[in-house]
């Protein structure tokens, strides 16, 4: 499985981005999808999961309520809509798949690097 994330770029804080990652080379429906992040000099973290079929979904706590994940299987495509930006939102952010839900995700993309501006 191919993953190419895009759509990041330099928001002001309180401003939006939407993440976009399209899969090649796979049923992109047989995968659960996530969206992880890695801050300037900390580790890569968990931000966002939904299952493959859409019904579900988990987020870290600091994004509840600003951040929405979301995927069209049709495109081939998962999202992070990200709303009400921080500056500790900074960060590369990658989305990841899956087979096994709970499992480390197998397929990684390239990341696209978010930066807030406080």
């Known amino acids: 499985v191919q993953l190419q994330a895009s759509g990041g770029g330099l928001v002001q804080a309180g401003g939006s981005l939407r993440l976009s990652c399209a899969a090649s080379?796979?049923?992109?429906?047989?995968?659960?999808m996530a969206w992880y992040r890695q801050p300037p000099g900390k580790e890569r973290e968990f931000v966002a999961r939904?299952?493959?079929?859409?019904?579900?979904?988990l987020y870290k706590d600091s994004v509840k309520g600003r951040f929405t994940i979301s995927r069209d299987n049709a495109k081939n495509t998962v999202y992070l809509q990200m709303s009400s930006l921080k500056a500790e939102d900074t960060a590369v952010y990658y989305c990841?798949?899956?087979?096994?839900?709970?499992?480390?995700?197998?397929?990684w993309g390239q990341g696209t690097q978010v930066t807030v501006s406080s």
């Open positions: 990841a798949g899956s087979s096994i839900l709970t499992s480390t995700p197998t397929y």
């Open positions: 939904i299952n493959r079929g859409g019904g579900g979904t």
């Open positions: 080379g796979r049923t992109f429906s047989t995968l659960h």
